[in-house]
């Protein structure tokens, strides 16, 4: 069965086609720019890249270009040969704590929570009702980010805030990455036979942690909005709030534009001077640059501070893992962190870490009173297995 995974932002839209339950990646690709004066898409097939520029005005645009390519390359011989259309939706709010059917129920919550993700939601939406418009017949499924933590208890996702404002505005904390900590849980529990307690470590340009006990979610560092948590590339993390107001005033800027600074402008780029990319800062940290060795630091020290929360929190955990651009790829940001858990036991194997790269793997020494493990996320497989699930009745 061909299954298409999907992620669609404001003016992109990622997929892959996966052959279920194979889970074999047939064809993946973006589309880039769309909306604007002129669109490229990218296309990686039977190892192959092909790369083309056109005008997309649309979403729907896109989509038909999808599958006139996928005609071209033989991949189908018509439309109806894709099955289900799995969708990434950033914000499910406390409604939806697993993936669903989209129906005409789905399309109006995506809608209602969009005041919650202003940018991320109404882009799914418009991904859905492409897809809808071409591929009329198709089942689509929508996959939250938000799903895997409803499984918090109050005593983690409510703010100290007037109880109010959660029941009249939803001010709560919702966390995102859901879809890659669920395939962390799914991964360690399938290489280890049995549920264990987890620090689910997403570091990429975004990045949260989770703490995971029994394949749920018990607690996670981002919050109302996906600026809460750690320190990332660009964004804060989390701060004092009076700096908000504080700030309005210095500056003569609103609330929102404040927040936009906290959320684009800020985290490593602000600290390092010198890139929100990873790579680009630790080749400088490599010459000695002072500021960079500063922003490692804090990067680093902000995600001890949660993998020390989230032990006790989970009674002791069992597996520290490693994920995402960052997690999956640099030996010095888990080092650093590493080392700054000896107090918890931890050790890691010097050489294991230094060759782990993008993929799975134990990196910690065999005294390591919690073992560390790097696992490539897979959020594209997590979205076509949920949509091979709900469609394959
Ligand atoms: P997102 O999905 O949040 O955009 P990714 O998970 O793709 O982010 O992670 C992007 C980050 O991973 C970037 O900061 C990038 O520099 C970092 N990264 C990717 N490859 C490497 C590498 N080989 N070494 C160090 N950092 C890397």
Request: aromatic share 8%.
């Amino acid at each position: 069965m061909k299954i298409l995974s999907v992620n669609a932002g404001s003016s992109s839209l990622k997929f892959t086609l996966f052959e279920m339950p194979e889970e074999k990646v047939i064809v993946s690709g973006t589309f880039e720019k769309i909306g604007l004066n002129s669109s490229i898409y990218t296309i990686k097939y039977n190892g192959e890249k092909i790369k083309k520029e056109c005008v997309l005005n649309t979403h729907k645009d896109a989509v038909n270009v999808l599958m006139e390519e996928l005609l071209n390359l033989n991949i189908i011989k018509s439309y109806d040969e894709i099955e289900g259309v799995g969708h990434r939706v950033v914000q499910g709010a406390d409604k939806y704590s697993k993936s669903v059917i989209i129906d005409e129920e789905v399309c109006k919550d995506i809608v209602k929570f969009t005041p919650l993700a202003p940018i991320h939601n109404p882009a799914n939406l418009i991904g859905i009702e492409s897809f809808k418009e071409v591929l009329k017949n198709v089942k689509q499924v929508g996959v939250f980010d938000t799903a895997f933590h409803q499984t918090m208890k109050e005593s983690e996702y409510l703010y100290p805030l007037p109880l109010e404002w959660k029941e009249k505005y939803g001010v709560r904390k919702y966390g995102f990455h859901g879809t890659s900590h669920r395939f962390i849980s799914e991964t360690m529990k399938e290489y280890l036979k049995k549920d264990a307690k987890i620090i689910s470590c997403h570091i990429g340009n975004g990045a949260s942690l989770s703490a995971i006990k029994d394949g749920a979610c018990v607690d996670t560092s981002m919050g109302f909005t996906p600026l809460a948590g750690l320190m990332m590339g660009t964004r804060s993390g989390d701060i004092d709030a009076s700096i908000v107001p504080y700030l309005c005033d210095k500056l003569n800027l609103s609330a929102s534009e404040i927040i936009n600074k906290f959320n684009k402008e800020s985290g490593l780029l602000a600290i390092t001077g010198v890139s929100s990319d990873l790579r680009d800062v630790e080749s400088e940290y490599l010459n000695g640059n002072e500021r960079c060795k500063l922003g490692l630091e804090m990067y680093s020290r902000k995600i001890v501070n949660y993998i020390s929360m989230y032990n006790t929190l989970l009674d002791g955990a069992e597996y520290i893992v490693f994920t995402a651009g960052v997690g999956e790829n640099s030996p010095i940001v888990r080092g650093l962190v590493c080392e700054k858990l000896k107090a918890l036991g931890v050790e890691i194997d010097k050489n294991l870490n230094e060759e782990m790269f993008g993929k799975f793997g134990e990196i910690s020494s065999n005294n390591s009173k919690i073992k560390v493990f790097v696992v490539p996320t897979n959020e594209e497989l997590m979205i076509a297995r949920d949509t091979y699930d709900l469609i394959k009745e």
